[in-house]
């Protein structure tokens, strides 16, 4: 049974960090790639960045670029979000997902719960 659990999120001050985690279980990250994504209210879902099954990592959305990167841990089938010189914009739940197959370019199938990142002073 395919399970994608994230983890990290709270409360941040304006210019912190904040690392997400995504567990995964039920497969392994090596056959499949996993995207970040996060949804604040009122707006529509923005994916992040996305790291394919040989761990090459896509181009982060412009909008995060220079300051969130994507890493993963094999051992823990775990893949991370680092996220840094954070902005009250970039307040929202965020979502990791699995992919369809090994490329970040197959369609989101499995969601995990989300993590609330609250970005205020």
């Known amino acids: 049974q395919v399970q994608l659990v994230e983890s990290g999120g709270g409360l941040v001050q304006p210019g912190g960090s904040l690392r997400l985690s995504c567990a995964a279980s039920?497969?392994?990250?090596?056959?499949?790639?996993i995207g970040w994504y996060r949804q604040a209210p009122g707006k529509e879902r923005e994916g992040l960045l996305c790291i394919s099954g040989a761990g090459i990592s896509t181009s982060p959305a412009d909008s995060v670029k220079g300051r969130f990167t994507i890493s993963r841990d094999n051992a823990k089938n775990t893949v991370y979000l680092q996220m840094n010189s954070l902005k009250p914009e970039d307040t929202a739940v965020y979502y990791c997902?699995?992919?369809?197959?090994?490329?970040?370019?197959?369609?989101?199938?499995?969601w995990g719960q989300g993590t609330q990142v609250t970005v205020s002073s």
């Open positions: 997902a699995r992919k369809s197959y090994y490329y970040c370019s197959g369609q989101s199938i499995y």
């Open positions: 039920g497969f392994t990250l090596d056959k499949y790639a």
